[in-house]
Each structure stands twice: as structure tokens, then as C-alpha cells.
């Protein structure tokens, strides 16, 4: 089982001028301690995950500060971005971290994002994957035709080429059937999530991909990285205590995005106490069956659960809210429980 550190936070006011302290001193503790790799999202225009809007550009100063641990998109929002670019950028990532860059790959759900490329949302999904085989192309050294305003084609190449020869890619999914498949029979690892799926529902999905990816002919169980939000201490209750009130809040400023479109307009009906209560029950789920939080003995149970799902890579999501400092010097706890899968 591998362990990871995914980063995502919330832009709070007044705090914006230290806030890569913790994403780079983070990285400095995962890469000495064994951990597989770092995982940085891509988000826009909102404050629950916005300190991410170019996750190339977060890799790239990761690279400076560490050695050896791999640098993970997760995810690069394809529909948005021009393909030749994008394999570009990551393949000068690849160069300033020697050959450590992965990309997990999503077609985007928020409209809003879409003012980057308006055109793209109605086909993001076939979209995605269509920008996909470009970046792979050029990412081997081949040339991609594309026309410049004249309407002359130009043949592109990308330029320093990557260190590595193929680019490691997953798909982010959500829990739908069709990411599902394109992610098993395409031979990519999978990112998925507890949001809206329970382990049992997990358990489907994994059984599910590894059945596609056996109808594609592909051999050995895939990668599949499950995130789960994390902090652990010396003691449950006071972590429980440490952890509530900035994950609800953290819960309440995802709400207008996570919550599914057909559920939208009863969220925004219901008063500020009902709001609250309700991201109160879904704390309670994500502390005690759903998230490692707790102590190393309390939350070995969880990734215990996880690895006999087939999960293969846990991705620690720690900055959900709390004070930078108090994430980091939890940090060695975490490690700990890490060490004990090894």
C-alpha cells in the first residue's frame, strides 16, 4: 500500500501571502519519508481549492524543494487547456524534477470554469480524451499537425523533451460507469473519492474497472488511489475536536460546487442552521468510517479496509481547513501510520 499527500485547501482571507508554506514544506517531509507522491488539483475562481489554478506551476517549485517523490496532477481539467500546451508545460515539470511528473486527467464539471474555453463544455468527456492522444503523441517525440491563423498546417513538436518516455496518467472519476470503463480499458490508474460513494459502492467500482481492463487485455490489477481527507494525533476525541470545525466549514464552502445540479435548489432553500446540521452528519461520516482521522491505531482500520478493496495508493488530503502549522506538526504521526503498512 502506498501513502501520498494530496493538497486542495481553502483561500482564507488575509492568509493568501504564506499560503504555499504549507504545500512546500509538506512536499519536504513526504519526499524524506517515503511517501509515493504528491498530488496537486486544478481549481478556479472559487476559494474551496482556488490556491491551485495551475497545477504545473505549483509541480515546478515542488521540483526545487525535493528528490525523489513522483509530482501528481490531480487533476489536470483537459477541456480546458489546449493540448500542445499542456504537453509543453509538463514536460518542462518532467525536466526540472528528472522524470517524476504523473497526470490524473478530468473533462471538468463546473460550467463557470469554462469561461477558459466556452466552446469546450458541451464535449468535454469525448473532448478529454481526444486531447489526450495529442499530449501522449507529442510526449513520445512525435509531430502533431495544428493550423496557424493562415490555415497553414504546422507540424509541433514539443520542446525540451520529457525525461520520461511515456507519461503516466490516471482518470479521475467520480463513480460514473462511463469514466470507470475509460479508465480500465484505456490502462490508466484511477482517482476517485468517498464523496457521494461509500466503500461498498468502492468495492463495486474497483471490480468493475480491473473487469475492463481485463476485457481490454491488459494484465495485473491496475492503480487505483483512493483520497481520503487526514490528520492524525495522539488522541481520537481530540483530534475529532481539532478537526470539526474547520472540515465543516471547509464542507459548507465546497457545498455550491459538490452538491449535485438536481439537489442545488433544495441545498439553497434550506436556512443557515439546516446547512449547518447538515454538514455536521456528513462530518460525522467522513470522521468515523471515511476519512483517517484519529490516532494511528484508529485509523489503520480504514486502510486496512481500503488495500482488502484493492485500493493500491491512499492519497492523504491534509489541508482541509486547519492552521498550516498544525498540519505540518502532525505530519509524523501520519508517517507513522504509513510506516506500519510497509
Not at 528528472?98 to 490524473?104: A, K, T, Y
Not at 475509460?182 to 464523496?195: P, R
Amino acid at each position: 500500500m502506498d501513502f501520498s499527500i494530496m493538497f486542495w485547501g481553502n483561500v482564507r482571507p488575509g492568509a493568501v501571502h504564506d499560503a504555499y508554506h504549507l504545500p512546500l514544506e509538506a512536499a519536504k517531509h513526504a519526499d524524506a519519508n517515503g511517501y509515493a507522491a504528491l498530488w496537486v488539483p486544478e481549481r478556479h475562481f472559487h476559494r474551496w481549492g482556488g490556491l491551485y489554478p495551475s497545477p504545473a506551476v505549483m509541480c515546478a517549485a515542488i521540483a526545487m524543494v525535493t528528490r525523489r517523490i513522483r509530482l501528481r496532477a490531480g487533476s489536470v481539467v483537459v477541456p480546458l487547456h489546449h493540448p500542445i500546451r499542456i504537453a509543453e508545460e509538463w514536460s518542462m515539470v518532467d525536466n526540472l524534477s528528472n522524470g517524476r511528473v504523473e497526470l490524473s486527467i478530468a473533462s471538468g464539471w463546473r460550467a463557470d470554469d469554462f469561461v477558459l474555453a466556452p466552446d469546450a463544455y458541451a464535449g468535454r468527456k469525448d473532448g478529454m480524451f481526444e486531447s489526450l492522444e495529442v499530449i501522449q503523441k507529442l510526449w513520445r517525440g512525435e509531430r502533431h499537425g495544428a493550423k496557424n491563423p493562415h490555415g497553414n498546417v504546422v507540424e509541433t513538436a514539443i520542446f525540451p523533451r520529457p525525461v520520461q518516455a511515456e507519461l503516466p496518467l490516471w482518470v479521475t472519476s467520480a463513480g460514473s460507469v462511463r469514466t470507470i470503463s475509460d479508465a480500465g480499458s484505456g490502462g490508466f490508474g484511477l482517482l476517485t473519492h468517498l464523496l457521494g460513494q461509500s466503500f461498498d459502492d468502492l468495492e463495486k467500482k474497483i471490480a468493475q474497472y480491473r473487469a475492463y481492463r481485463s476485457a481490454a487485455g491488459l494484465e495485473g490489477p491496475g492503480k487505483v488511489s483512493l483520497m481520503l481527507h487526514a490528520f492524525v494525533g495522539t488522541d481520537r476525541e481530540q483530534v475529532k475536536e481539532t478537526v470539526r470545525g474547520p472540515m465543516i466549514e471547509y464542507l459548507l464552502e465546497s457545498a455550491d460546487l459538490s452538491i449535485p445540479a438536481e439537489q442545488r435548489a433544495q441545498w439553497e432553500g434550506l436556512d443557515e442552521t439546516l446547512k449547518a446540521r447538515t454538514m455536521e452528519r456528513a462530518f460525522e461520516r467522513y470522521f468515523e468510517t471515511s476519512g483517517l482521522m484519529g490516532t494511528v491505531d484508529s485509523c489503520r482500520a480504514v486502510v486496512e479496509r481500503a488495500a482488502k478493496l484493492g485500493v493500491t495508493d491512499i492519497c492523504c488530503l491534509v489541508d482541509f481547513g486547519l492552521p498550516g502549522d498544525v498540519i505540518l506538526a502532525s505530519l509524523p504521526l501520519l508517517t507513522q501510520l504509513r510506516r506500519s503498512f510497509e
